[in-house]
Structures are given as C-alpha cells and as structure tokens.
Antibody, heavy 124, light 106 residues
Framework: QVQLVQSGAEVKNPGASVKVSCKAS????????ISWVRQAPGQGLEWMGW????????KYGHNVQGRLTMTTDTSTSTVYMDLRSLKSDDTAVYYC?????????????????WGQGTVVTVSS | IQMTQSPSTLSASVGDRVTITCRAS??????LAWYQHKPGKAPKLLIY???TLESGVPSRFSGSGSGTEFTLTISSLQPDDFATYYC?????????FGQGTKVEIK
C-alpha cells in the first residue's frame, strides 16, 4: 500500500543538526512532491518546506529558511530533512507528507499521505 | 497569507451539527484543505479544493467557500470526530495552516 515511513526519534543538543528520513513505497516516487510539517508541544501544525521530487526544486518556510535543507535519493525513494543550528524551539514531532496532486512544480498541494511522525527533542 | 480559524475550541455533543470557519488574509481561490488530527496520530486529509471530499471520508463532512472565507461542516457529530481540525492554504507562499480548532465533548 501507499505509505511513508520515517526514521526514529532523535535527541540532540542545542546547536547540533538532525537528519530525518522519509521512505516512500507503493507509488511512483518521482510523481509527487513531499513536504515536512512539524508540531511543537501544545502547538498547531507548521509547514516547514517542500521538495518537488520530479523537478528537484524546493520551497522553505520563513521560520526555518537558512537552516533547513531537503534532499531526495531516488534510488531508495527516500526524502531527507536536514535541520541545522537546533534550538529548544525545534523540539517537535516532525511529519513528512505527500502532495495529493501529481507533478506539482511551484509549491505544495494538499497532503493525502503522511508519515507516522518522528519526535525530535533538543535539550542540553 | 495568514489563515485564521474560529472558534479555537468548540464543545459539542454527539449528533450536533458543527461548523468551523477559516479566513484567509487574501484570496486563495479554492486552494484550501481541511485535516483532522488526533493525538499521537498523523493528520488525515478530509477535504481538498475547498469542497471536494477525500476518498474514504464519511459524507457527514463537507466543505464550502472560496476566496477568503471557508467552512468545514460536520452534519452529525460522531464519537470518532472529537479531534483538532486544521485548514491549510496551498495557493501561494507562505503555505500555512490555520491555528486549529479543537472539538471537545460537551
């Protein structure tokens, strides 16, 4: 079945980096963009960034611009999120989510498939 | 573009008709989605393009609106519907969610 499976929980010190993976299966990986969305404790959903797997272009949210890099590995159908210079405010559950529409080229669509979430804790 | 949902919290009983509003700070045409989110689970897509029901979602959920004002309606609230609901605009940068509406048991 169509699914996104994320890597496991991470605990990081402030100032460090974290890399979370999102492995896709059950569909043609290159046809759909992927976004990362996070939810900090007690807060709502925050869109962080999007990558067009087919075109390779990215869009990043203003809150993480300059600290976030999204990449893909088409050989393993995996998307990576690399967040640098971590702060305590980055403590959150991180989700990857697939565009509902194929071949979006300028930004994300609605998200129809979600990963299970990865808890990232930033603490000294 | 900023997305504002109201109310932030809603107390309702099983069987009630529930309406949640989402307003955009500028026109987003019909590029709006609604999600249901329960603790410990991934969000679930309910509605896309403002009014199109995602496959497998019960017909008691409906969406309407265009431009800057949108609504999500649950025609008869069921026990499984107690959750937090988010709108999301995907018209243009910055792509954003509303702050959420928590539907609680009255």
């Amino acid at each position: 079945q169509v699914q996104l499976v994320q890597s496991g929980a991470e605990v990081k010190n402030p100032g460090a980096s974290v890399k979370v993976s999102c492995k896709a299966s059950g569909y043609t990986f290159s046809n759909f963009g992927i976004s990362w969305v996070r939810q900090a404790p007690g807060q709502g959903l925050e869109w962080m960034g999007w990558i067009s797997v087919s075109h390779g272009n990215t869009k990043y949210g203003h809150n993480v611009q300059g600290r976030l890099t999204m990449t893909t590995d088409t050989s393993t159908s995996t998307v990576y999120m690399d967040l640098r210079s971590l702060k305590s405010d980055d403590t959150a559950v991180y989700y990857c989510a697939r565009d509902r529409a194929r071949w979006a080229s300028s930004g994300p669509d609605a998200f129809d498939i979600w990963g299970q979430g990865t808890v990232v804790t930033v603490s000294s | 573009i900023q997305m504002t949902q109201s109310p932030s919290t809603l107390s309702a009983s099983v069987g009630d008709r529930v309406t949640i509003t989402c307003r955009a700070s500028q026109s987003i045409s019909n590029w709006l989605a609604w999600y249901q989110h329960k603790p410990g689970k991934a969000p679930k897509l309910l509605i896309y393009k403002a009014s199109t029901l995602e496959s497998g979602v019960p017909s008691r959920f409906s969406g309407s609106g265009s431009g800057t004002e949108f609504t999500l309606t649950i025609s008869s609230l069921q026990p499984d519907d107690f959750a937090t609901y988010y709108c999301q605009q995907y018209n243009s940068d910055p792509w954003a969610f509303g702050q959420g509406t928590k539907v609680e048991i009255k």
